[in-house]
């Protein structure tokens, strides 16, 4: 049986894409109904035919919905959100995909008052962005987070986690502020420290004459990668998710100084140990199938 018979997307984007792409291939009955702010974005979705309808407004794409999930900035949930809010059905799901869920969470409930309201978060993505980016399976294999608020009905839950199964995900019921905790750590920060690494070597661009660029290793062009991730979406994620960013970007700095201190005084078994931890952490990831261990992480020469 399939948990839902009307899909709205709204924000067709590389994750709003990629779900309609993955509802295409593993529920094809599913009506898809798309919008998207930018009429150039909506024009290319129907181009793809991704979508059975893409809508002019957010309104008209929510009218027959039993699902409808924001594929939006986090900055934007709100907005949008007031924008379909009386043309909502009663008995429709709200979802979305953002990475921060708090402060999402908050944002929905104030313009959706009496919507059933169940964020998810599906932990997946690429640097690409725009319709022509999303592929069918980006979430197979992948872990999709939902943060259901306490009075959330069990029915709604389990029809929402059954979609992201059919669509190849692994799902898990997490408390949002945890959710929060723990994506600063694993993808906030991160890309923090990318976006940081990638400015400072564009800083010493005219000191090296180019060569930062030039010669990138691995490591230098893995950051760029994560750096090049839309610049909108990851702005709105810090702000949002901003006092775990800042918790774990204060611990991050303290260990910093604590391998500053190493290096600088010649403990070579400090570091040794600290790398070897770290090691184990990667292979840990690709253990639990988060990632594989191709050579030169699976580029092709």
């Known amino acids: 049986m399939l948990p839902f018979a009307r899909l709205t997307i709204i924000g067709l984007g590389l994750i709003g894409s990629s779900v309609a792409r993955a509802v ?3 529920m094809p009955v599913v009506r898809i109904t798309g919008h998207d ?16 309808d893409v809508t002019d407004t ?4 929510v009218m027959d919905a039993d699902l409808v999930i924001l594929c939006v900035p986090v900055g934007a ?26 402060s999402v969470a908050e944002a929905l409930l104030a313009v959706l008052p009496d919507a059933i309201i169940i964020p998810a978060h599906p932990v997946a993505g690429t640097e690409k962005s725009g319709p ?26 389990e029809r929402l986690r059954i979609f992201w199964q059919r669509l190849g995900a692994d799902v898990e019921i997490m408390d949002a502020r945890h959710h929060d905790m723990v994506l600063a750590v694993t993808s906030h920060l991160p890309h923090l420290i990318a976006y940081t690494i990638v400015g400072t070597a564009d800083d010493l661009e005219g000191v090296t004459q180019s060569e930062v660029i030039k010669y990138s290793a691995g490591g230098f062009r893995d950051f760029t990668r994560i750096a090049a991730s839309d610049p909108v979406m ?40 600290l790398f070897a931890r770290t090691r184990n952490i990667r292979r840990s990831i690709v253990e639990q199938g988060q990632d594989d261990d191709a050579p030169d992480f699976g580029r092709k020469h």
Not at 82 to 89: C, I, K, Q, W
Request: with cysteine; glycine share 6%; hydrophobic share 45%.
């Open 58 to 61: 957010a309104g008209a794409a």
């Open 77 to 102: 949930m709100g907005a949008v959100a007031a924008e379909f809010a009386a043309d909502l059905p009663a008995d429709a799901i709200v979802s979305d995909v953002g990475s921060c869920k708090q």
């Open 132 to 157: 022509d980016a999303g592929f069918a399976t980006l979430f197979k294999g992948r872990w999709c987070i939902l943060t259901p608020p306490e009075n959330a009905p069990e029915v709604a839950i």
């Open 24 to 26: 295409r291939a593993q």
């Open 37 to 52: 702010a930018d009429p150039a974005v909506r024009e290319r979705t129907v181009a793809l035919g991704i979508c059975d």
């Open 234 to 273: 990851w702005r709105d994620v810090f702000l949002s998710n901003k006092d775990a960013v800042l918790e774990m970007l204060q611990r991050f700095s303290e260990d910093l100084s604590v391998l500053q201190r190493a290096i600088r005084y010649d403990k070579g078994d400090e570091l040794e140990a």
